[in-house]
């Protein structure tokens, strides 16, 4: 059945090999390993993650997003890891590692010895970032190589554990507007060599909210468009940019959901429930485990992959995985295909809101743009 879902290019072509591929590109020796990513020569880079472009997404909307589309030829897209959801993708993104080994497995994860879930988007104050993710960030790898590294990003989030996590060694520019950005971006390339990081959240909103069939979502995509179009003639020729993404997303109908609150097969055995609606986390009372795994392959059948942890971590989903990170993956995962969706809504009443998901391992969701303007 795993057939179906793509397999994470991890140490190749996935979104943790970008920043390799710029120190290769700079001719800079940052220590983060080879990678089949190939990027032109150039001193000085800004990349653009836009949270939610996913590679369909873009590849199927020429109308509305005309000049990133016209990028796509260039080059092959990548994979983000598993989960494809945000946390998981801008700390790999950011230390050029898979999530088993720089630890943060998804959108929420149970704190291990504890009955609680780290949400890894609004963090939490008893959880120290540098020692969740304790390993040197590809950021501040080429910081101390030489590299001028800037991250531009709302103000809000300077200090946010996903930011330390992920991006701590890195000069941080605090701009909370698409003009604001743009214009630091501009500022930050002046050195040579540099790198520049620059996030846009809101085509990612847009589709939780409404869902990518809908006009809102295109609309944001061109907004999106002309912005990456804005900064490319902006910025000096010799300034390479590179477009990418932290997942695509899918649209969930309603009544393509099962919410474990309603179901009981669900609930026997399982202590806590984790990660988020297209991609969970089961974490079973003692001994639980293989009839957690038996009830919920019942009821769910072929609308998602449920797999015990070991089951996941030999089919390489998560990458190398370490002893102090084992214990944040569920005892059980459970993989969503086609539209499908778990939900738990005690405990995420928020899912009851968001049309558009992500965290599963279909090709819309898995498979991003690398685009070089």
Known sequence: ?????????????????????????????????????????????????????????????PEEAPFLHSLLGAQAPATVG????????????????????????????????????LNALLWDAGVDAREWQSHPTAFGRMAAAGVHTTVVNKRAFATSGLTVAGQRGAEFVGADRVGERLAAALEASTGSPSLTYLYDGDLDWTGHAYGVASMQWEQQLSMIDMAAEHLRETLPSDVRVVVVADHGMVDSPFDQR???????????????VGGEARFRHLYCRSGAVDDVVASWRSVLGARAEVLSRDEALALGWFGEVLPVVRPR??????????????????AFPHEAKLLGLHGSLTSAEMLVPILVA
Not at 18 to 29: K, T, Y
Not at 258 to 272: I, K, N, S, Y
């Open 329 to 346: 993956y569920g005892d059980v995962v459970v993989a969503c295909r086609g539209d499908f969706a778990v939900q738990s809504l005690s």
């Open 1 to 61: 059945m795993t057939d179906e879902f793509t397999a994470p290019a991890y140490g190749d072509r996935s979104l943790g090999d970008v920043l390799p591929a710029v120190a290769a590109a700079m001719g800079v020796d940052a220590g983060l390993g080879p990678t089949s990513i190939e990027l032109p020569e150039g001193r000085r880079y800004v990349v653009f993650l836009v949270d939610g472009l996913g590679y369909e997404l873009l590849r199927d909307h």
């Open 258 to 272: 099962v919410d474990v609150d309603e179901v009981p097969d669900l609930q026997d055995g399982v202590a806590l």
């Open 82 to 117: 598993v989960p494809s959801t945000t946390a998981t993708s801008l700390t790999s993104l950011g230390t050029a590692l898979p999530p088993g080994t720089h630890g943060v497995v998804g959108y929420t994860s149970r704190i291990p010895g504890s009955d609680r879930l």
